[in-house]
């Protein structure tokens, strides 16, 4: 069966409450193992039920947000998802009091528990109409980028297609591109700053009702990080700043000499060679029968999980008026599918994303036969290891996309990754400040973010661009808005797929086994034990950074790029 043919019912919670409680009496009042157990089961099922309903309307409203229908299941769900994590902390609270709760650790693994317990910290019915305005608030956001119509090049454009004129060998074209991305954010600048105003206030308020001081402890609870904290983060960040961002300067120097600049501005940091940035040599249709092959080449199980992805119609990735910015990978319980969703735009972003979600999409379908839903995804620093090596993974695979541009796309991914990390702190250490502050003016938070940015990105030039200047810049990243610190998770995972990278140049027989090994585990361990599992180094390890660091800046120095 294709995606499009899934068939979507509203969930009728009053229904939907009164059967699930009847399975969660039996759960609690169940006399033996055997019927507890059985119980568990009727409510995991129950609840892949939910999350199947609420996961289509999520896709097709992000595909078409003006699509009427979809955009009132949307509202729907806003309001009801979080009802339905009331019934979830209802039934954490039965399990980890359960009396045969060894018999079930010894099934299900210990790990279970732990998440339960941690998501207990996080919820009580008296935030319920705090958590559906918080959701109301995002899909405002994602509505508001959707609705961009940049006028450039006789054309209307949404912000995806303004990358290729954003990367224009002709500097002049660069700026006023971007100027013209700018322009967009700076028309909204009052909505951005109102909606997540109100997205800090809520949360904030959420945390004070739940107990907390502020919303950094309950936003990594939410997170599900049971094995580090603030103070873990900080100390990686620190070390990035003092290891990584001394290597980012060299690396901008470089572009610069490539480019002939005397200096770098930030319109200029988009394009990586005088030639032109590397781009894939065709469409849409082409690229993905090109990843057909690469996934058959690469291991049986990709091939049967590409396969399936491309038959079923699993994939959105057309950039279209109307639709959701950005790319995603998600997971529809009942039909064991992974959905990938992106906006291609004719930049060798399209095969960045490709192969990143579709880590994210082969490590769903390595572990969709897991019973308990809590498993199938690990917590998100672990997901992202999966689709950011599998970046590196299929390198062997670049010269069918970029044929005589392989090595530039090659020397461009390395690099561009090493770059990321610093920009990736920088978020979360934003983020730090934002809800330790939740009083800060809008203006305070973007003078925040432009220091906390010379710190990390100190070559970052705005030139004459005023909103950039005063702190404008991170109105683009959803993250910020959507997932509060969901972002030190990419930099953590970078750290780990730079040892995959490291690792599949030397033996990749060996490293494929730990890769696979790392995607059926799905989510059955916490983070730093998957680390472990997969033969890695903690990022957090002192010397782990400098571990990567040596053979990339070797790798890059072999390359001549001046060449490119």
């Known amino acids: 069966m294709k995606f499009n043919e899934y068939k979507y019912e509203r969930i009728d919670m009053e229904k939907f409450e009164v059967e699930f ?75 980890v009091n359960s009396k045969f709760r060894k018999k079930l650790e010894e099934k299900w693994g210990k790990f279970l528990f732990e998440i339960a317990e941690l998501q207990l910290k996080t919820f009580d019915p008296v935030i319920i109409e705090d958590l559906q305005e918080e959701n109301k608030l995002t899909s405002r956001y994602g509505k508001l980028l959707a609705s961009a119509k940049i006028e450039f090049d006789g054309k209307i454009n949404n912000l995806s297609q303004m990358t290729p004129y954003t990367q224009s060998k002709d500097r002049a074209t660069r700026k006023e591109a971007s100027l013209a991305v700018t322009r967009f954010f700076e028309d909204n600048e009052s909505e951005f700053d109102e909606i997540y105003d109100k997205l800090v206030q809520i949360r904030h308020g959420i945390a004070l009702k739940l107990g907390y001081d502020n919303f950094v402890k309950l936003g990594y609870y939410r997170l599900g990080r049971s094995e580090y904290g603030p103070q873990e983060v900080k100390v990686f960040r620190d070390q990035v700043e003092k290891n990584l961002v001394p290597i980012t300067i060299d690396l901008r120097k470089r572009q610069a000499e490539r480019l002939g600049l005397d200096s770098l501005k930030y319109y200029d940091e988009s394009l990586e060679f005088n030639s032109g940035n590397a781009v894939p040599k065709g469409d849409r249709d082409w690229m993905v029968n090109h990843a057909k092959t690469m996934y058959a080449e690469l291991s049986d199980e990709t091939k049967e999980f590409f ?147 010379k710190k990390y990105l100190p070559t970052k030039d705005y030139e004459d661009n005023e909103f950039f200047e005063r702190g404008g810049y991170w109105f683009r990243q959803g993250h910020i808005f959507n997932d509060p610190f969901y972002y030190i998770d990419y930099t953590l995972a970078q750290i780990c797929a730079y040892q995959f990278w490291i690792r599949f140049n030397e033996d990749r027989e060996s490293a494929w086994i730990d890769y696979h090994k790392l995607c059926k585990a799905g989510g059955s361990s ?35 790029d001046k060449k490119l």
Not at 391 to 412: A, G, Q, R, V
Not at 543 to 548: E, L
């Open 526 to 560: 916490p983070f730093l034990e998957l680390v472990k599992y997969a033969n890695l180094k903690s990022p957090f390890e002192e010397d782990t950074i400098n571990y990567v660091s040596g053979p990339i800046g070797e790798w890059l120095d072999k390359v001549d």
């Open 307 to 453: 396969q399936l992805m491309v038959d079923d119609g699993l994939m959105d990735l057309d950039s279209k008026p109307g639709k959701r910015a950005g790319g995603y990978c998600t997971f529809i319980p009942d039909y064991q599918s992974p959905f990938i969703f992106a906006n291609f735009n004719g930049t060798s972003h399209d095969i960045d994303v490709l192969t990143h979600e579709a880590g994210h999409a082969f490590q769903t379908y390595s572990s969709r036969n897991f019973k308990v839903p809590e498993y199938i995804w690990p917590t998100l620093e672990a997901c992202e290891i999966h689709s950011m090596s599998m970046e590196f993974i299929t390198w062997p695979w670049m010269n069918l996309f970029f044929e005589d541009d392989e090595m530039k796309y090659k020397f461009s991914h390395l690099a561009s990754g090493v770059l990321f990390i610093p920009y990736g702190v920088l978020v979360d250490e934003f983020q730090h400040f934002i809800y330790e502050n939740p009083e800060a003016t809008p203006d305070e938070r973007k003078s925040m973010w432009r220091e906390i940015e």
């Open 21 to 95: 409680n009847r399975h969660l009496k039996n759960f609690k009042e169940a006399v033996d193992f055997e019927s507890q157990d059985n119980a568990m089961s009727e409510i995991n099922r129950m609840r892949n039920n939910f999350d199947t309903m609420a996961t289509i309307v999520s896709v097709r409203h992000s595909i078409d947000t003006n699509d009427e229908f979809y955009d009132k299941e949307n509202e729907y769900y806003d309001n009801v998802v979080p009802v339905y994590q009331g019934m979830i902390s209802d039934y954490y609270k039965i399990l």
